[in-house]
């Protein structure tokens, strides 16, 4: 879901940062791809199916969709959002992985943790 809004905002953005804001949530949306097949990988290699369709994303989400127009700063704003969510997560399911013994799934998670604390610092500085 993310990913998908983030490529969203890339392609919709408008207004005096539009260059900036269309390069960044570029980067992201594109960091978001490589990170979602990696994801998938851990996934099957845990001898489980990976969820692959829009109506599957749409139900495991806790994350919105963004249906409408919105204007640059709100963009800014919902993405901040969706990653300081995606820290909480990850951070409940690194815990949760841990007690199965599981490291190398707590490490995914705390590499991406760090990249969603990263990405969530530059939109919310983006923003001052």
Same mark, same amino acid.
């Given at each position: 879901?993310?990913?998908?809004?983030?490529?969203?905002?890339?392609?919709?953005?408008?207004?005096?940062?539009?260059?900036?804001?269309?390069? @960044?949530? %570029?980067?992201?949306?594109?960091?978001?791809?490589? =990170?979602?097949?990696?994801?998938a #990988?851990?996934?099957?290699? $845990?001898?489980?199916?990976?969820?692959?369709?829009?109506s599957?994303?749409?139900?495991?989400?806790?994350?919105?969709?963004?249906?409408?127009?919105?204007?640059?700063?709100?963009?800014?704003?919902?993405?901040?959002?969706?990653h300081?969510? @995606?820290? %909480?997560?990850?951070?409940?399911?690194?815990?949760? =992985?841990?007690k199965?013994h599981? #490291?190398?799934?707590?490490? $995914?998670?705390?590499?991406?943790?760090?990249?969603?604390?990263?990405?969530?610092?530059?939109?919310?500085?983006?923003?001052?």
């Amino acid at each position: 879901m993310l990913y998908l809004k983030t490529q969203n905002f890339h392609w919709n953005v408008k207004g005096p940062y539009f260059y900036s804001l269309h390069k @960044m949530f %570029e980067e992201q949306y594109l960091e978001l791809a490589a =990170a979602i097949d990696e994801i998938a #990988e851990r996934i099957r290699a $845990l001898d489980s199916y990976t969820p692959a369709s829009f109506s599957q994303f749409a139900n495991l989400s806790s994350l919105k969709e963004a249906t409408s127009e919105i204007n640059a700063e709100s963009m800014v704003q919902k993405l901040l959002k969706d990653h300081e969510t @995606m820290v %909480e997560h990850a951070a409940m399911i690194i815990v949760k =992985a841990q007690k199965v013994h599981d #490291e190398s799934t707590a490490d $995914l998670l705390i590499q991406r943790q760090k990249v969603h604390e990263k990405t969530a610092w530059m939109l919310k500085s983006s923003l001052k």
